[in-house]
């Protein structure tokens, strides 16, 4: 039990919101570059990947060179790596605006153009633009580990659980809008979207999904854990069980929760959040007319290292 625990750490959000403030607007720099990619329903061609160290950018293309950002969140860097060389840029020390200024003189050593955009989006109170966000700000190693341990060990219960999905799913991986690790499944069911949401958000609801994902909160809601929820929201979603105890409807923010705590006190959290994962699609189908059959047999998978040689002639003979 303890070792469980120890690998699925205490997380608290008044502990941890100072570097989620931080690292969600300096991952906003590179992750404009991925606005140029071309687009995938509900946005799934933006999302950053979890590392062994970090969060990076897929692979970019501009004319004349290939690259990368990773952000080494238990470095307290940022590489980009180029065809053409690589460059690291300290988050260390000083403030948003001052690595902005670091990351494009960088960027521009290698001929990869500055983000189109400077605007912090989707976060309340902050300046407009990372050039004007002059507030200083301590690196905290300790922090960043909890954030990437935590993004690490749900990514892959997100992944196990998008695994035997047969219909479109991006790739699992970080919204670096809302800092939110995010799995999405999609039908082909054309939705309106409501008028009143900003253009992004219309784009990401152009279509039905299912979606599921961890988040680290925010000030007006500290609810550090997993989240569901099915778009268009459909009714009879209260009074359902959750897959795991602890998980619950919450019709007001329109989500099903589970909260870290309770998640990391299960017998097997990493099997938890499949069972999460299940019965908010379950519901999509009870409620919302998901088809069934959109969802595979979940099997362990054929690994070849430990398939003897003779199994393998057998199976092609």
């Not at 999609?186 to 609801?205: D, E, G, L, S």
Request: hydrophobic letters at 40%; proline letters at 9%; one cysteine or more.
């Amino acid at each position: 039990m303890s070792e469980r625990l120890n690998a699925w750490p205490t997380l608290v959000y008044e502990d941890l919101a100072p570097m989620v403030d931080y690292v969600n607007r300096v991952v906003q720099v590179a992750g404009k570059y991925t606005l140029d990619e071309p687009f995938e329903a509900g946005w799934g061609n933006i999302v950053l990947d979890v590392t062994p160290r970090g969060l990076s950018t897929p692979t970019l293309r501009q004319r004349g060179v290939t690259f990368t950002v990773h952000y080494s969140l238990l470095d307290g860097g940022v590489v980009i790596e180029a065809d053409n060389g690589s460059r690291t840029v300290p988050l260390s020390e000083g403030s948003v605006a001052m690595f902005y200024a670091s990351f494009c003189e960088a960027a521009d050593e290698l001929g990869i153009h500055r983000p189109r955009s400077s605007l912090i989006c989707e976060i309340p109170d902050a300046p407009p633009r990372f050039e004007d966000d002059r507030v200083e700000r301590t690196w905290d190693g300790h922090a960043a580990r909890l954030i990437w341990t935590a993004l690490n060990l749900a990514a892959d219960g997100l992944e196990a659980w998008q695994a035997p999905f047969l219909g479109h799913r991006p790739r699992v991986g970080v919204m670096w809008g809302g800092f939110d690790l995010s799995a999405t499944r999609y039908r082909a069911q054309p939705t309106v979207p409501p008028a009143h949401q900003p253009p992004f958000m219309q784009n990401a609801q152009l279509d039905a999904y299912v979606s599921v994902g961890f988040s680290f909160g925010d000030a007006k809601a500290p609810n550090v854990g997993m989240y569901a929820y099915i778009w268009p929201q459909p009714d009879g979603l209260g009074g359902r069980s959750w897959g795991v105890e602890g998980a619950a409807w919450h019709p007001d923010a329109g989500l099903v929760r589970l909260p870290w705590a309770r998640l990391r006190e299960t017998a097997d959290p990493h099997q938890a959040i499949v069972a999460f994962g299940d019965a908010v699609y379950d519901a999509a189908v009870e409620t919302a007319g998901w088809p069934s059959d959109l969802v595979g047999p979940r099997v362990e998978g054929w690994y070849m290292s430990r398939t003897p040689p003779s199994l393998v002639e057998h199976q092609h003979g």
